[in-house]
């Protein structure tokens, strides 16, 4: 089939490499021609310099498939894509929008007649090789469209993709599994904090690591990427202990607040990114500040 890619960051380049590998035709456009230009020369994308460009050198149905970043570039490119595309055609998000969002957009598009389908996507940089899993919302049809891209790209034509339910469902899966993902990498992290404390018994971390890896009903594809951290640096003595959150685990937390469901691994695994932020937490202050006042214990004094 022939589509367009809009954004060719890392994900959305891979994804282009990955079409055209299987004999896609794929138009390309970016911001930045630079990068639009490079995957030409590399790989054999079409390049354009704009979403009208882009648009027309598609034929009917037109699909276009939306890389960007949440927010305020997705609502961007997609209220444009609105403006060029005619009744028929496919608008396809595979970011990581609110899946909210996502359903607004999808109703909005319908009303030009224009289909619209999510597709909350998991593989990150290791997509190109492995095959990405993706979870497809939207309806029957226009799934039926994508099908063979989305073939291309997951690890299997059967397997690692499905589409789960109508317009957001794609989305909103793939925000539970960002939020299940915090919890489980949070897991792991003390773990292995608690190993490298016990200095006495001299634990090797990436050893164990690669123990767990076979056999063990931890092992996971998170650990393998651990071992692979750990075997390049066993201490992480370049890597400063700061965790950003692209906001899918803050809205899990908040489905599970308005759904009376109670998530506590994952609550705390946000929040513990948030501590990983703080230089110096005045909460900590206060805690030492308050044990001082009704136990007179001793604090640690700030340095001059």
């Known amino acids: 089939m022939k589509l367009a890619m809009i954004g ?24 930045h021609s630079a990068v639009t230009d490079s995957l030409a020369d590399e790989v054999g994308l079409i390049p354009t310099y704009s979403l009208a460009e882009a ?30 595309l005619s009744e028929g055609d496919l608008v396809v998000d595979g970011g990581n929008s609110n899946y909210k969002e996502t359903m607004r957009r999808g109703n909005e598009l319908a009303e030009k007649g224009i289909d619209f389908i999510d597709v909350g996507t998991s593989g990150g940089v290791w ?23 989305l073939k291309t790209l997951a690890p299997g034509t059967d397997k690692g993709w499905g589409h789960v339910g109508p317009s957001g469902a794609g989305h909103f899966v793939k925000m539970v599994h960002n939020g299940i993902e915090y919890g ?22 990436h050893q164990i690591s690669e123990i767990w890896r076979f056999g063990s009903v931890v092992r996971s594809w998170l650990l393998d990427l651990t071992a692979i951290a750990l075997s390049e640096d066993a201490n992480l003595s370049d890597i400063k202990g700061y965790v950003p959150d692209s906001g899918e ?6 489905e599970a607040i308005d759904l009376d469901i109670p998530a506590p691994i994952i609550t705390h ?36």
């Open 55 to 84: 648009v027309g050198k598609l034929t009917a149905p037109r699909v276009a498939w939306v890389m960007v970043p949440a927010g305020k570039p997705t609502e961007s490119v997609i209220s444009e894509l609105g403006t060029l």
């Open 184 to 205: 489980l990498m949070q897991a792991y992290a003390e773990g292995f904090e608690i190993m490298k404390a016990k200095e006495d018994f001299g634990l090797d971390l």
């Open 269 to 304: 695994s946000l929040f513990a990114r948030f501590v990983s932020r703080q230089e110096e937490s005045f909460g900590a202050k206060m805690l030492a500040a308050m044990r001082n006042q009704f136990g007179g214990h001793a604090v640690v004094k700030a340095e001059d």
């Open 249 to 254: 685990g803050r809205w899990t937390v908040q």
């Open 127 to 149: 997509g190109l090789k492995e095959g990405y899993s993706m979870m497809v919302g939207g309806s029957e049809t226009a799934v039926a469209t994508l099908t063979p891209a």
């Open 8 to 31: 060719l960051g890392k994900m959305g380049g891979n994804m282009a490499r990955r079409l055209i590998g299987d004999g896609h035709d794929v138009v390309g456009y970016n911001l």
